[in-house]
C-alpha cells in the first residue's frame, strides 16, 4: 500500500513526488509517456526563478527529477486509466488492468495539445507537422516553415524557428495576439516572421512530406496557399481528464475544480498543475501546486489513516 | 546499457543484415522529449535481450541516414526486419503501445 499515488510525471507530478518523499511518505510517480511533460517541449524557459540565464526545459526537467529522487520516490512507466475511491484507501488502475492501492493519489496528468483536425493533420504528422519546434527545428534548416497560433507558445517557438528556418509564417485567426508584451515585441520586430492575421488552416499538403498550406481568409473566404516544409501547431491545450470524468468533478472545459488545498471533490484526492482550474499554467505554479497537494495529502494521512 | 551506438559504418551489418529485429531510436541531445524517452528504450532493450537488438542513431551526427529514412521528427522509433522499415512510432508513446507495436513484428 502506498501512501500517495502521483498521476503524471511533468513539473507538478515531480514537485509533488520531491514533497512527499522527503516528508517520508512512501510514493510512486506513474508516467505514461515521459518523464518532465510538456515543458520538455521548451528550448529556453527564461521565467523560471533561479536561472537568470535561463534554462532548457529539459534541463530543468532532469534536475526536477533527480531531486525528487534524491529523496527516494519511486517511479514507472505506466499510463492510469482510472481510478477508484474505496473511501479510506482508494485504487489506480494501471493500462494492464493491474489494481495499485494507496492511501491517497494526486492527480498531476497535465495537459495536451490541441490538433487542428483539418485535412493532412494526421497523415503528415512527423512528416512536416509538427508539435515540438525543439525538437523537429533543426530538420527544417534553411526552409520556410509555418507557425499555427497567437499565444505564448506560439510566438516563442516562432522565435525558436527563426534561428533555423529561412522563414517563419504566423497564422492566427485573429487581428491580435494572445501573447504576453514582451514576445509581442520580439516577434514584430525580427524580420524573419511574417505574420499572417485572420487567417485559418483549411488544409494540410504535400506528397511524401509537407509542400504547403493552405489557408483561408476568415473576413472575405478567399483560400490562398502559404509554400512551407513544416508546420508546428500551438494552438492550445486540452487538460488529460478524460480518465477521471465519472468520478471527480470537472469545469465545463474539462478541468478539475480544487480548493486552496488543492482538494477534490473525494477526499484524499487532489489535483495539481496545468490539469486544474488556474488563472495560470506555468512551471512554476504547477510546482507549487504540487507542494501543496503534497503537503496537504501528509495531513490528511495523519488524520484519517 | 545493451543498446548499440549505431553510425554510418556499422548501419549495413548491425541493422540492415541482422538476423533478428532492429529497433532503431532515432535521437538528438538537443531534444527533451528524445532525453527522456531514453529509459523506456533501455528497458525495452534488456526485457528482449536476444529476440531484438536496439541501437541509437543520433540524426545530428548521422544526418545522411535521417535523410535517407525521411526522419522530420524526434523521437522516431523505427522497427527493421530483414532489411526493411517493418513499423514506425513517431514522438513519445507509452511504453505499452511500443511493446505492442514490438510484438506485431516479433
Ligand atoms: C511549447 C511550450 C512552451 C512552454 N513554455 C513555458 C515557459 O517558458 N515557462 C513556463 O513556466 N511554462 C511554459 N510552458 C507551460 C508548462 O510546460 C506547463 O505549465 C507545465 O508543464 C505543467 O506541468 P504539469 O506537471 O501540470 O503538466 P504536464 O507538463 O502536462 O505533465 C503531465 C504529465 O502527465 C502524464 N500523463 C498524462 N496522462 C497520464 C495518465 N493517464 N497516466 C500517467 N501519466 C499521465 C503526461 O505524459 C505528462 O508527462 C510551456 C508549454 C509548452 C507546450
Redesign the interface.
Known amino acids: 500500500m502506498y501512501d500517495v499515488i502521483i498521476i503524471g510525471g511533468g513539473p507538478a507530478g515531480l514537485t509533488a513526488g520531491l514533497y512527499a518523499a522527503r516528508g517520508g511518505l512512501k510514493t510512486l510517480i506513474c508516467e ?5 511533460g510538456q ?5 529556453e524557459v527564461d521565467n523560471y526563478p533561479g536561472f537568470p540565464k535561463g534554462i ?3 534541463d530543468l ?2 534536475n526536477f527529477m533527480k531531486q525528487a529522487e534524491k529523496f527516494g520516490v519511486e517511479t514507472n ?3 492510469i486509466k482510472g481510478i477508484e475511491d474505496k473511501g479510506k484507501t482508494k485504487d489506480v488502475i494501471l ?2 488492468g493491474t489494481k495499485l492501492n494507496t492511501k491517497t493519489i494526486i492527480v498531476a496528468a497535465g495537459a495536451s495539445a490541441n490538433k487542428l483536425n483539418c485535412p493532412g493533420e494526421k497523415k503528415f ?4 507537422v ?3 519546434a ?3 527545428g ?3 534548416r534553411g526552409k520556410p516553415v509555418a507557425v499555427v497560433g497567437g499565444g505564448d507558445s506560439a510566438l516563442e517557438e516562432a522565435l525558436y524557428l527563426a534561428n533555423l528556418a529561412s522563414k517563419v509564417y504566423i497564422i492566427h485567426r485573429r487581428e491580435q495576439l494572445r501573447a504576453v508584451k514582451v514576445l509581442q515585441e520580439r516577434a514584430f520586430s525580427n524580420n524573419k516572421l511574417e505574420f499572417v492575421f485572420n487567417h485559418v488552416v483549411k488544409e494540410i499538403q504535400g506528397d ?2 509537407v509542400n504547403g498550406v493552405l489557408v483561408e481568409n476568415v473576413k472575405t473566404g478567399e483560400l490562398s496557399r502559404l509554400d512551407v516544409d ?1 508546420i508546428f501547431i500551438y494552438v492550445g491545450i486540452t487538460p488529460n481528464t478524460k480518465f477521471l470524468e465519472d468520478i471527480i468533478e470537472l469545469n465545463e472545459d474539462g478541468y478539475i475544480i480544487v480548493n486552496e488545498n488543492m482538494e477534490t471533490n473525494i477526499p484524499g484526492i487532489f489535483a495539481a498543475g496545468d490539469i486544474r482550474v488556474t488563472p495560470l499554467r506555468q512551471v512554476l505554479t504547477a510546482a507549487a501546486d504540487g507542494a501543496i497537494a503534497a503537503s496537504c495529502a501528509q495531513k490528511y494521512i495523519e488524520r484519517n489513516c | 546499457m545493451v543498446e548499440l551506438h549505431l553510425t554510418q559504418s556499422n548501419w549495413e551489418d548491425e541493422v540492415l543484415n541482422s538476423d533478428i529485429p532492429v529497433l532503431v531510436d532515432f535521437w538528438a541531445p538537443w531534444c527533451g522529449p528524445c532525453r527522456m524517452v531514453a529509459p523506456v528504450v533501455s528497458e525495452i532493450a534488456e526485457e528482449y535481450q536476444g529476440k531484438l537488438k536496439v541501437g541509437k542513431l543520433n540524426t545530428d551526427e548521422e544526418p545522411e541516414i535521417a535523410v535517407r529514412y525521411g526522419i522530420m521528427s524526434i523521437p522516431t522509433l523505427m522497427i527493421f526486419k530483414n532489411g526493411e522499415v517493418a513499423d514506425q512510432i513517431i514522438g513519445a508513446v507509452p511504453k505499452e503501445y511500443l511493446i505492442e507495436k514490438l510484438e506485431q513484428v516479433l
Do not use: H, Q
Not at chain 1, 505514461?32 to 518532465?36: I, L, R, Y
Not at chain 1, 515543458?39 to 528550448?43: G, K, T, V
Open positions: 505514461e509517456k515521459v518523464f518532465g515543458i520538455l517541449m521548451s528550448y532548457s526545459g529539459m526537467m532532469d512507466y505506466e499510463g493500462s494492464n504528422t512527423g512528416k512536416g509538427s508539435y515540438c525543439t525538437c523537429d533543426a530538420f527544417f511524401k512530406f513544416g
